[in-house]
């Protein structure tokens, strides 16, 4: 199981960002997608998550209405689209899959917001 994001970089307050998440290893179109962030000095914390079609997506109320995250089982790959970003946004962004009971992650995309 491999995952890796992909995306981040350096934006302006109110700019945007698309993140992507590349998967392999496990049967992509059967599982749900998380992405989380960790700023520092801060814990780990939900920022979205998507079912394994892509049917029902749930977000942070911090995000909610500026973030949208979405798949494509064809390439295995899941995005997070973040709009209106703010300088709290600013964080490494992991994604992760639950296989076998096991959780795996990505190596992290750092995404800084500032002017």
């Known amino acids: 199981v491999q995952l890796v994001e992909s995306g981040g970089g350096l934006v302006q307050p109110g700019g945007s960002l698309t993140l992507s998440c590349a998967a392999s290893g496990f049967t992509f179109s059967g599982y749900r997608i998380w992405w989380y962030r960790q700023a520092p000095g801060k814990e780990r914390e939900l920022v979205a998550?998507?079912?394994?079609?892509?049917?029902?997506?749930d977000y942070s109320d911090s995000v909610k209405g500026r973030f949208t995250i979405s798949r494509d089982n064809v390439k295995n790959t899941v995005y997070l689209q973040m709009n209106s970003l703010k300088p709290e946004d600013t964080a490494v962004y992991y994604c992760?899959?639950?296989?076998?009971?096991?959780?795996?992650w990505g190596q992290g995309t750092q995404v800084t917001v500032s002017s």
């Open positions: 992760k899959v639950r296989w076998n009971s096991l959780d795996y």
């Open positions: 998550t998507l079912s394994s079609l892509g049917g029902s997506a």
